[in-house]
């Protein structure tokens, strides 16, 4: 089983619910899938990590093969090639390294080569497998390393997603049974809830909502989960001691009791609705 979390927007709190909901389970794989910024780590502190790099492959021309046919242009979807100065040139940002190019070229002349993209760290927090995925700095999608640490779900397993709703965010939804919808209860939080909601529901995803940081009910928020028939998995109050915790890097599922018991009781709402 693969439980999802996910967040409008950044800081909505998406790592903390994931990392509390590992922690809550024990046995469990945790898949920090935020490639960018992954910070799941500073929280379990894994160790016994294993490191692999994670890449990409690109196309090469060979020039004296090369007839200028333009087949390969041509056949790119993604618009990655140009023909510029009697020769193909590849936008390595949009290559999706589909391989096309080099299906379609009469003469040969195409060939790959592996770029290196970005790493996979795979330790352990006790029973948790905790599962990092860390793109090079500069690099334009986080896609490909996302989709090497997605390979690591084994048994339940905690996917701790990009903020937002753009190609990564969808990447890491794709094959999970489960969306957690962090929000916290501002304009601002729940504008972008509303989109990462909108692609769930685009993909036909079983979703809840933790609404994290609240202080009072924010009623846009809750009309559009009754609107919605959104259940509202829990509601996490503003705490300055918790928020201590977190500056820590402490798991509050392991250091305050009623957070693990709010996070095991999220776990069985879950399994409740599959």
């Not at 196309?59 to 023909?83: I, Q, W």
């Not at 986080?142 to 190609?167: F, H, M, N, W």
């Not at 489960?178 to 304009?187: G, H, N």
């Not at 918790?242 to 798991?251: G, P, Q």
């Amino acid at each position: 089983m693969r439980i999802a979390c996910l967040s409008g927007k950044g800081g909505a709190g998406k790592t903390f619910v994931a990392v509390n909901l590992a922690a809550a389970a024990g046995n469990c794989t945790y898949i920090d899938c935020d490639v960018e910024e992954p910070n799941g780590q500073l929280f379990f502190k894994p160790e016994g990590i294993r490191t692999s790099v994670v890449s990409t492959r690109l196309p090469t021309f060979d020039a004296a093969k090369c007839s200028g046919c333009k087949e390969c242009v041509n056949a790119c979807r993604f618009h990655a090639l140009m023909y510029i100065m009697e020769k193909p040139v590849v936008f390595s940002e949009v290559c999706h390294s589909c391989g096309l190019c080099q299906m379609v070229c009469p003469a040969g002349a195409v060939s790959e080569t592996e770029k290196a993209v970005g790493v996979l760290e795979i330790g352990y927090h006790g029973g948790i497998r905790v599962v990092t995925g860390i793109l090079n700095p500069g690099e334009a999608s986080g896609v490909p390393v996302i989709r090497q640490a997605l390979k690591q779900a084994e048994g339940l397993t905690i996917l701790d997603c990009p903020p937002g709703s753009a190609c990564s965010v969808m990447e890491s939804i794709m094959d999970s049974d489960y969306c957690v919808l962090v929000v916290e209860p501002t304009a601002f939080g729940f504008h972008n809830f509303k989109m990462v909601w909108e692609l769930a529901t685009l993909l036909r995803k079983p979703c809840g909502v933790v609404i994290n940081k609240q202080t009072e009910d924010y009623e846009p928020l809750e009309h559009f989960c009754r609107n919605k028939g959104l259940s509202v998995l829990a509601r996490i109050p503003y705490d300055p001691t918790l928020a201590k915790h977190l500056a820590n890097n402490e798991i509050a599922a392991e250091c305050i009791g009623e957070q693990k018991g709010l996070f095991e009781a999220i776990l069985q709402k879950i399994g409740g609705c599959l």
